[in-house]
């Protein structure tokens, strides 16, 4: 697609740390892992290859809507803004920079280069794109969904899996209510990672998609990053969202290069932050993802065995210990005597004392003989 006047226009100087980074925090994970090696596929609308940031990592890529050529240049800056948030190349100066610097970028060009187009794909140019991308890369990156489902869509997500391809997907951007929240795919099929976007207090951006298909979230509301040409632009949606997942995959696969799409998956998901909704919501999925723990976390797969049944050891005694044990009884019964018959001798010997030794038993009481005649009536109140 060749640029021109009605292209985007290009980004502003920024020198601070974005809040998105903050959050994320992936610099903790760079002394271990950059994702060098690692290949992400973006699938958008195409990648500016010559930004000074992504200058040397940008591949040249495929345009799927026209099914030939690169996809190397990017008139409306969707593309480059996804893979700055993957591997922007860090400033001598700071600030911002990619969650995984390190990694290369393929570019996909899956909707019409036009400013004026609906950022929308279609499913079989989507299928188109992850086939040729689950060929080339590591991890595939869906920033634009399509809201129609196909069988030829959902085919290629399986095979780019099966391939030892991981897929991410935006959610989507129409859950304002007049959009309706429709499905968006592939972000729906069960071997895609879907993303959605939160603001900087962590809470859902309004037009973020929601469902069951939301596995995780990740900074998607006033987000700075790269813009097409130079500079730098503060963007919304959930495919920018979805770049951060893609990076923080990028890290993993680049620790751990035998790890599986699900292992991936799985990681990125276990060890996220938890979000508002709890252990796991619609609107939030798994929580906020992290690097960091993705990274450094080790998660039991395996299932649990079970502890084989007590029994009680039969022992083969020697004699001598059986006349130990004896022994030890038996002088454990004399010392038990010995004491009760020191007790008792202590509480009566004081008792023998005040009695002067004589016998306990005390002598009968005496009789009392009543008269056989009764006596005169006592008057109580006559005077004597």
């Known amino acids: 697609v060749a640029q021109s006047e009605d292209c985007a226009p290009v980004g502003e100087p920024f020198q601070a740390v974005p809040w998105s980074q903050r959050m994320v925090a992936a610099e903790r994970v760079w002394p271990f892992t950059q994702g060098r090696g690692v290949t992400v596929a973006v699938l958008a609308s195409g990648v500016d290859a010559g930004h000074p940031r992504l200058a040397g990592r940008v591949r040249e890529g495929f345009d799927a809507v026209a099914g030939a050529g690169p996809a190397d240049t990017d008139c409306i800056g969707l593309g480059t803004q996804v893979a700055g948030v993957i591997a922007a190349r860090r400033s001598p100066e700071g600030g ?41 890369a590591d991890v595939i990156v869906v920033a634009v969904p399509a809201y129609r489902d196909h069988d030829d869509l959902e085919a290629s997500v399986s095979e780019a899996v099966d391939a030892g391809v991981l897929v991410v997907a935006a959610a989507g951007d129409l859950a304002g209510e007049t959009d309706g929240n429709p499905a968006p795919y592939p972000a729906v099929y069960p071997d895609v990672l879907g993303v959605g976007a939160v603001g900087p207090d962590a809470l859902r951006w309004p037009d973020s998609q929601y469902g069951p298909y939301v596995d995780l979230v990740a900074p998607g509301a006033a987000v700075v990053t790269l813009q097409r040409g130079d500079g730098m632009v503060t963007v919304d949606g959930t495919g920018v969202a979805a770049g951060f997942v893609a990076g923080a995959a990028a890290l ?133």
């Open 96 to 136: 911002f920079a990619g969650v995984a610097p390190q990694a290369r970028i393929l570019p996909v060009r899956v909707v019409d280069g036009r400013p004026s187009s609906n950022l929308v794909a279609e499913p079989e140019v989507l299928a188109s794109g992850i086939r040729w991308a689950a060929a080339r």
């Open 252 to 384: 993993v696969r680049g620790a751990d290069r035998d790890a599986s799409p699900r292992e991936i998956a799985h990681r990125l998901t276990a060890t996220a932050t938890p979000a508002p909704g709890g252990s796991w919501s619609p609107q939030y999925g798994r929580g906020v993802v992290n690097p960091y723990a993705a990274v450094h976390d080790r998660l039991v797969t395996a299932s649990p065995s079970a502890l084989p049944a007590a029994t009680r050891p039969v022992a083969d005694e020697h004699p001598e210990w059986e006349r130990s044990r004896d022994v030890a009884v038996a002088g454990s019964l004399g010392a038990l005597v010995l004491v009760v018959a020191v007790l008792t001798a202590a509480a009566a010997l004081p008792r023998g004392r005040r009695r002067l030794w004589r016998p306990a038993i005390a002598p009968a009481p005496p009789a009392d003989r009543q008269p056989e005649e009764p006596g005169p009536p006592v008057q109580l109140f006559d005077e004597s």
